[in-house]
C-alpha cells in the first residue's frame, strides 16, 4: 500500500519528466485519463483527480517493469496490450534513485522495479499494470 501523498510527492520530485499532451476525461468520472503525446494515445490510470473536461496538460508517467525484451526493429514505439499492460520501445537511460529507473520511449516513462536492468539503448519494456498518469497542478 502507498502513502498517502506519495503520488503528488513523485510528481514534484520528477516535474522536470512530466509529458505535455492533452487530456480527455473518461465517461461517468472514471479514473481513466486519455492523454494524446507525440507518441500516440495512451490510456491512463490517474490516481489522483478525475478529470472533469479536455485540456492541455503535464502528466508524469510511471508503471511498473514486467519484463526487458531485445529491440525487433518491427515494433511501434507503443504498443497496448491485453490487461493493462503496454510495450514501449526506445533506451533504458538512467536510474534516478533505487529500484527507479527512466525510459525514454519518445516521452520519459518512470520504470519501477526490483531487478537491475541494464542501461541500453533499443530495447522494449513490458509494463505492469496500471499505466499511471499523475497530472501537474499548475
Do not use: C
Amino acid at each position: 500500500m502507498l502513502a498517502e501523498g506519495y503520488f503528488e510527492a513523485l510528481a514534484e520530485r520528477y516535474r522536470a519528466l512530466a509529458v505535455h499532451g492533452t487530456g480527455y476525461p473518461a465517461p461517468q468520472g472514471s479514473p481513466l485519463l486519455e492523454l494524446v503525446t507525440s507518441i500516440g494515445i495512451l490510456y491512463l490510470f490517474n490516481p489522483i483527480a478525475v478529470l472533469q473536461k479536455q485540456k492541455k496538460m503535464d502528466v508524469l508517467i510511471s508503471a511498473g517493469l514486467e519484463q526487458l525484451l531485445p529491440e525487433d526493429g518491427q515494433s511501434s514505439s507503443v504498443q497496448a496490450l491485453e490487461g493493462g499492460r503496454w510495450i514501449f520501445a526506445g533506451s533504458l537511460r538512467e536510474q534516478l534513485e533505487p529500484g527507479l529507473f527512466l525510459f525514454d520511449a519518445g516521452v520519459p516513462l518512470l520504470l519501477f522495479t526490483d531487478q537491475e536492468p541494464p542501461l541500453t539503448r533499443s530495447v522494449r519494456v513490458v509494463t505492469t499494470p496500471p499505466l499511471f498518469g499523475i497530472p501537474l497542478a499548475g
